[in-house]
């Protein structure tokens, strides 16, 4: 006979009242209670993780593709946005959504200044994903001729600056020389996360980065790949890498 099972079916069998039986249910209680709390602490913590999870993905996306570069200037190298995979990317069972992006360094200056890099993005951008992190005003109006001279900042930055909606600031970007553009503050968004976006990103028109570089319009800083799956995420990466040429580089976010 197993000796944990005798020995805990004799205990188990104590008469009321007596001090074993009033030990095994301390035991009993006891037992249920610490897994209970573990149980509890377990799904906050699978909860916090997956808000935090879906805050950056949100903001960014599952993959990046950008352009190989060896060294560690601020510049992009650009890629085309003709490639055939951004076409007919709908045609992998993998693949949920793909938008453009393209990045530029600046100064902001209000009563005070503060570095920010400014994400450029397009009418491709989702934004049914970003919209549970617009707490006030609008997101950006591309159908502006040109570009938009429009511009949704973090509520960290707000705050430091002193800034709200509806606000005109003006951003030094940084090139030889410098090129100040001035625009107006539509939304304000709150990630959470100061140390990945709320603390230097700036969301813009991709199309006035795309002038202060001189490319063309079929030219971006890299694509935002967005999976069905995030249990299938890394299948989806080795797929770009079969897809894509080989001198772009495919990188997770989460990495």
């Known amino acids: 006979m197993n000796l944990s099972y005798f020995i805990s079916k004799r205990i188990s069998q104590e008469e009321k009242g007596t001090f074993s039986a009033t030990i095994h249910k301390i035991a009993i209680a006891s037992i249920g209670i610490g897994l209970a709390v573990m149980i509890v602490s377990f799904l906050i913590l699978k909860g916090f993780q997956d808000t935090v999870t879906n805050k950056i993905y949100g903001f960014s996306s599952h993959i990046q593709v950008t352009k190989y570069s060896l060294g560690n200037s601020l510049e992009e190298i650009p890629i085309s946005l003709k490639t055939k995979f951004l076409q007919e990317y709908k045609q992998y069972e993998l693949i949920e959504h793909v938008q453009e992006f393209s990045l530029k360094a600046g100064l902001l200056k209000h009563e005070e200044t503060q570095g920010v890099i400014v994400k450029g993005v397009s009418k491709r ?63 304000i968004y709150e990630t959470n996360l100061a140390d990945y976006y709320d603390g230097k990103f700036v969301l813009g028109d991709i199309r006035m980065i795309q002038r202060l570089n001189n490319w063309g319009d079929s030219l971006a800083g890299g694509l935002e790949v967005f999976v069905k799956d995030v249990n299938r995420v890394e299948e989806s990466e080795y797929l770009l890498d079969e897809v894509l040429d080989y001198q772009l580089y495919v990188e997770l976010v989460s990495d």
């Not at 606000?167 to 001035?182: A, E, S």
């Open 125 to 187: 951008f989702d934004l049914d994903r970003f919209n549970e992190n617009l707490i006030k005003g609008r997101f950006i109006n591309f159908d502006s001729p040109g570009y938009a001279k429009e511009v949704v900042i973090s509520k960290t930055i707000a705050d430091k600056l002193k800034l709200d909606v509806e606000d005109d600031i003006i951003i030094h970007f940084f090139m030889n020389p410098p090129r100040p553009r001035k625009l107006k503050v539509v939304g």
